[in-house]
Nanobody, 125 residues
């Protein structure tokens, strides 16, 4: 049972990246998914969340209108499309899977019990 995050990299301000989170070993399509990030010297920060079916999403104010979370349950994969990137978006991004089957989305890490290894996103000015 694991999550594999990928898609990070170095991009100029204003650019775009698409992160992927591939799940294996558990019924991915029945759990909420979230993205968090952690910048150097800062705590984990909520970015976005999506419910198990993809019908409900929520975003941190800092990324609303620029980032889009989505999922393809047939492929056991979640995504985070990041547009209009800013230097302050620089962080390690982590995907996470909810702890309750068919459970609600969550803004807090305690709502998730399976985490990917993280992928570095660096935005240059």
């Amino acid at each position: 049972v694991q999550l594999q995050a990928s898609g990070g990299g170095l991009v100029q301000a204003g650019g775009s990246l698409r992160l992927s989170c591939a799940a294996s070993g558990r019924a991915f399509g029945t759990y909420a998914m979230g993205w968090f990030r952690q910048a150097p010297g800062k705590e984990h920060e909520f970015v976005a969340t999506i419910n198990w079916s993809g019908s409900s999403t929520d975003y941190a104010d800092s990324v609303k209108g620029r980032f889009t979370i989505s999922r393809d349950n047939a492929k056991n994969t979640g995504y985070l499309q990041m547009n209009s990137l800013k230097p302050e978006d620089t962080a390690v991004y982590y995907c996470a899977q909810g702890s309750v089957r068919y459970g609600a989305t969550s803004w807090t890490p305690s709502g998730y019990n399976l985490w990917g290894q993280g992928t570095q996103v660096t935005v240059s000015s």
